[in-house]
C-alpha cells in the first residue's frame, strides 16, 4: 500500500496532510479512551508489539510493487483483534515510520498519504466490528463471516485510498486505470488471505488462557463487554 513516489507531488501533498492530522487526532482520541480504560503502562506495551510486528509486516514479509503501489501483507484486523484499536493505530503509524526512516527514506514525502491509507480504513474496521461482534461475545469466539467482513472494510478501505490518491495525483489516463486496476486485483489475495489468519492466530489465543487479564492484549479479546 504504500504509495510509488511521484504519483501525487507539489502543492497537491498539501491534502495528504491534512488527511494525516485528521487521522491522528482518532488516534489521539482512540487512545485517550485506552488510557481511561487500561492505563498508560498497558497502552504503551501493546503499541511497542503492534510496531515491532507492523515493522515485520512491511520489511520482512514478502512484498511486491505492483501498478501504483506494493502489496503487503498488513494484518490489520489481527492487530485490531489481539492488541485493540489504539495500540493498533500507534502500531501502523511507528512501523510505517521506523521502516521509512531505517529502509525507505524515498518513501517519507509520501507518509501523510501512506499513514492515511492504513489509519482511516483501521477506524472504519472498528465501526464495523462494533455493528456486527455482538456486545456479549469475545473476539477469540468470532466466526469467519465476521473475520471476513472486518478484513473486507479494512483491505477494502487500503484499495480505495490507493486508488484515490492515484487519480487524485495522476488522473484517469488509460496507464493510470490499468495500474490501480492492477494493485486491486492483486490485493485481493490480502482480502481473501487476511480472514484465515485471523482465525488462526485467534484460536492459538483462546488456547494459551494464561493471557487472559495479561497487558499484552486487547480486554474484549477475551472478555464480552
Known amino acids: ?21 485528521v487521522s491522528f487526532g ?8 485506552s488510557i481511561k480504560e487500561s492505563g498508560l503502562n498497558t497502552l504503551i506495551i501493546r503499541s511497542m508489539l503492534a510496531i515491532l510486528a507492523v ?12 501498478g501504483v ?16 484499536p489504539a495500540a493498533a493505530a500507534i502500531g501502523l503509524i511507528g ?3 521506523a521502516q521509512g526512516v531505517f ?34 461475545t469475545a473476539y477469540v469466539d468470532i466466526k469467519y463471516s465476521q473475520a471476513f467482513k472486518l478484513s473486507l472494510t479494512y483491505q477494502g478501505g487500503i484499495v480505495a485510498w490507493v486508488a484515490f490518491w492515484a487519480f487524485y495525483g495522476q488522473g484517469f489516463s488509460a496507464e493510470n486505470l490499468a495500474s ?7 490485493y485481493l489475495t490480502v482480502v481473501l488471505l487476511e480472514p484465515f489468519v485471523d482465525l488462526a492466530i485467534l484460536a492459538a489465543t483462546k488456547a ?3 493471557l487472559q487479564g495479561s497487558a499484552l492484549v486487547y480486554k474484549r479479546l477475551y472478555q464480552a463487554n
Open 1 to 21: 500500500m504504500h504509495i510509488e513516489p511521484e504519483i501525487v507531488t507539489g502543492t497537491k501533498l498539501l491534502l495528504s496532510y491534512a488527511t494525516a492530522t
Open 26 to 33: 482518532l488516534v489521539a482520541k482512540s487512545a485517550y479512551q
Open 55 to 66: 515493522f515485520v509486516f512491511f520489511q520482512v514479509f514478502p512484498h511486491h510493487p505492483v
Open 69 to 84: 503501489s506494493e502489496v503487503h501483507l498488513i494484518l490489520g484486523s489481527t492487530l485490531f483483534l489481539i492488541l485493540g
Open 95 to 97: 512501523g510505517l515510520l
Open 103 to 136: 529502509f525507505a527514506p524515498f518513501d517519507l514525502p509520501q507518509f501523510g498519504m501512506n499513514v492515511t491509507t492504513l489509519l482511516l480504513p483501521l477506524f472504519a474496521m472498528s465501526i464495523v466490528a462494533r455493528k456486527i461482534i455482538s456486545d456479549n
Open 180 to 186: 490501480v486496476g492492477a494493485f486491486s486485483g492483486a
Open 208 to 210: 494459551m488462557n494464561a
